[in-house]
């Protein structure tokens, strides 16, 4: 629910397709936040692929 009022919000001021790139982090931050709550393993994969969504809405923030 709070991401989709974010995500409305965020239209106002941002492309669509930015708009989508930033909601990606999300599935960043629940992977970390089990890490850190949860005590869950994170796969080096998984660490890649963190970065790689990272890296990829930081690209694109930079450039909407």
Partial sequence: VVQFAFYTAALR??????????????FAFV???SKLIL?????PIK???????MLGTSLIGAYA
């Fill in 13 to 26: 001021f941002l492309a669509v397709g930015a708009a989508f790139a930033i909601a990606s982090l999300s």
């Fill in 39 to 43: 005590r869950e393993e994170v796969t």
């Fill in 31 to 33: 992977a970390l936040l």
């Fill in 47 to 53: 660490w890649l692929g963190i970065a790689l969504i």
